[in-house]
C-alpha cells in the first residue's frame, strides 16, 4: 500500500506568465520554477463541470473556474515563496498552489465545525 503523503510533489513557484486569449481559449497561468514549465493553472467558465486535475509530459493542469482567477494571482503576486502542489489525478486528490512547503492533508488545517 503507497502512503499518500508519497505521492505528493511540491515544487517551488519562481515565475509565472499569464496568458487571457482574445478567442475561444480559457484565460491560463502557466508556472515556471528553475526556468523551466511545470505547469498551469486553467480557468474555465463559471458553472461549467471541471475537468480533474492531471499532468501531461511532467507539467501538472490545475483546473478552476473563472471565479477563481483573482485569488490565484493575487497570491502570485503578493506571497512568497508559493508552491505548487500535486498530488494526483481523480477524486481523493489535493491539488493546487500553496504558501507553505508543510505537505497538507485532507484533514490538516480543516475547520472543525
Given at each position: ?34 526556468d ?62 500553496q ?15
Open positions: 500500500m503507497r502512503s499518500y503523503a508519497k505521492m505528493m510533489s511540491l515544487t517551488k513557484i519562481d515565475e509565472y506568465e499569464v496568458m487571457y486569449s482574445s478567442n475561444t481559449f480559457v484565460p491560463r497561468i502557466w508556472l515556471k520554477s528553475n523551466k514549465f511545470i505547469g498551469q493553472l486553467i480557468f474555465e467558465p463559471n458553472g461549467s463541470a471541471l475537468p480533474p486535475d492531471n499532468m501531461v509530459n511532467d507539467q501538472v493542469n490545475l483546473y478552476y473556474h473563472l471565479d477563481d482567477y483573482k485569488n490565484a494571482i493575487d497570491l502570485l503576486r503578493n506571497d512568497h515563496p508559493i508552491y505548487l502542489l500535486y498530488s494526483g489525478s481523480g477524486s481523493g486528490f489535493e491539488n493546487g498552489i504558501t507553505t512547503t508543510e505537505m497538507i492533508t485532507a484533514n490538516k488545517h480543516r475547520s472543525t465545525k
